[in-house]
């Protein structure tokens, strides 16, 4: 029978967003729930298990964990940080970026100090602009408060802010291949050409400049000890809880009702879903035409094709460092590719699953994949809770694009198939239909430098309990999201309270 729940904030979806706010706002004595549409919390955090061993869909490596850097900040607060079971890659290069055309392999180094040296001595003529790159990436991450756990309202207004990555980039040197190292470990952040935003870049390569650290059995983790957090203060996470609609009457969201038509009332609502998909949720007069168009009009980042290896026991030695691949000089082709240059790239991530491991466990190899390669299975949805089979062309197309992604591995990697045991792929349509975005895009909306203010999103909405939070706000990825969570909840609890909290529990 349908029941009505009472709260103080009501959560809609467990994206790491969703789950980060629940904990903040529990750990300051709120009763909150969040409502999660799937079997598993987390959302782009969820693992599965395949041959008794875990994969990550969504997280493979993270900056900013050592001791006093900001995620170790944000997470000591929350109380989870000693609890993740984690391991720091390697620091002579937790990312190595090859191309195509040439045996060479180039590394980027852990501490700015390693990461100058070694990029120098792979570009001894370039030495002016990797002293620039570095001194910029710094200066820039350094001007947005929240990011470096700081409440202060004034950012340090500099001409960099509004540059464009890839614009900064070329300005910065003529040298291609440095140009496309700088860039080599972009798919964690899909950039586009002429739009992203040199900050997306800088506070994503800053981070893990300063560190970067890889989870050992799976990155859902973060959401499992988050979980603990907001259980332990009283909160609740209702999982195969989809949000059908959100009421609002009086200028403020009364209920959220899921699809078996429970009601969940609360003072404050946040929505961890895709912007868009939320303003679908409720009809309310508040949220004009002009801005639903608006967000339905927002360019979403490319999504993405990914093999999941189970290798063979003792097979495959197990490397600190990520791999990225660029069949073409340049790294911003995004989505602009043919049948015939795909795959263009590639980033492959090795994992184990106990630490300094001598033998990888599994390795996923991700790389940009449109939409509309998928168009023709759009009307199949699959998901554990709701199987649905799309089909053998499908199980074809997958297995096509799988082997021609391994034709190009063992390009690199000669005879790489000898390690697999068995592989799974995923597409578009997977991450569509786990994390209910409309087009399975990577990382939310594509921010584009020359069109701030369009491609921004506040955590605010035109209704005064309806807020935003997750990758669509200020920035995607584990760091960004967990600074927009504390974004979205100094709308409710005093910024500077917050923040000062935060640096109070790190003063040891
Ligand atoms: C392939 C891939 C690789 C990545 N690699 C990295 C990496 O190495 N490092 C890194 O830092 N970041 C990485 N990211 C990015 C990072 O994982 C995401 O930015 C982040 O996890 C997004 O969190 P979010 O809060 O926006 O929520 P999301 O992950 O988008 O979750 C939203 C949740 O809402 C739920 N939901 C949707 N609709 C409803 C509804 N109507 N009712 C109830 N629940 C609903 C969904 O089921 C989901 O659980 C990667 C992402 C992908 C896809």
Known sequence: MARTHTYDTVIIGSGLGGLVCGAVLSKEGQRV?????????????????????????????VGGLDKGQNLYKYFNYLGIVDRLHMERLDENGFDIVAFKDSERTYKLGMGYDRFKEILLSDFPFEEAAINKYCADMQKLSKSYPMYYVSAAEQYDSNELMSMGAEEYLTALTDNKKLRTVLAGNMFVYAGVAGKTPLYVHALIEDSYIESAYRFIDGGD?????????????????????????????????????????NRFSADNFISNIHPAQTMKLTDSKLIRGAYRSRLNGLENSVSVFAI?????????????????????????????????TWPYMYAMYPAAMQADSKYADTISIMCFMRYDEVQTWADTHNTTLKKNERGETYTQFKKRKAEKLLDVVEEKFPDFRRHIESYYTATPLTFRDYIGSDDGTLYGIVKDHKDMARTYISPRTKIANLYLTGQNINIHGVLGVTVSAFLTCSMMIDKKTLIDKVNDANKN
Not at 324 to 335: K, R, S
């Open 33 to 61: 729930c969040i409502l999660e549409k799937n079997e598993q919390i987390g959302g782009n955090l969820q693992t599965f298990k395949r041959d008794g061993k875990t994969f990550d869909t969504g997280v493979h490596y």
């Open 308 to 340: 999941y290896i189970s290798l063979k026991e003792h097979s495959l030695l197990y490397d600190k460092s990520n791999f990225n691949y660029f069949a073409e000089p340049d790294a911003w082709v995004g989505g602009n590719y043919t049948e015939d």
């Open 221 to 261: 983790q973060i959401a499992q000890q988050l979980s603990r957090v907001i259980k332990n203060n009283g909160g609740d996470i209702l999982r195969k809880h989809e949000v059908a609609t959100l009421v609002e009457e009086g200028g403020k969201v009364v209920y959220a009702e899921d699809a078996e038509g």
